[in-house]
């Protein structure tokens, strides 16, 4: 047998997501967990966590299909977003995305975004 181990693939890419508190003003987000956000009152910014390690991991998504109307904005507390120094303005109607921390390089990367079934529908017309 090969006995060879293999390692440094962090979580498996899934939160733990946060049904009974849905948000509707600014937070921070920690390590692991997914969070529903409505913006139907107005704009909500995310803070990212801080002092990230590599795997750490994030979602968030459109509770309300509101996106388009009062943005999420996900702001890098320190760690660049795709590599960039920027914040991450989320302005997609139904949209959901999972972030993980790779390194300071390219900080948090999107590694899944979707948006919800009736934004396809309303574009495509199955």
């Known amino acids: 047998g090969s006995g060879a181990s293999q390692s440094g693939f962090g979580r498996t890419g899934t939160v733990d997501w946060q049904t009974g508190d849905i948000k509707t003003g600014d937070f921070t987000a920690a390590n692991g967990k997914g969070y529903f956000v409505n913006t139907t009152s107005g704009a909500i910014t995310v803070t990212l966590p801080s002092s990230p390690t590599a795997g750490d991991i994030i979602a968030v998504r459109d509770y309300a ?3 388009d109307q009062n943005t999420c ?19 997609t109607e139904g949209l959901s995305v999972t972030l993980v921390f790779v390194d300071a390089t390219r900080g948090w990367v999107a590694t899944d975004q979707a948006v919800s079934w009736n934004y396809y529908y309303s574009l495509y017309k199955f």
């Open 73 to 91: 904005t996900l702001a890098r507390n320190g760690s660049k977003i795709e590599g960039a120094e920027d914040n991450s303005v989320l302005g």
């Open 65 to 67: 299909k509101t996106f």
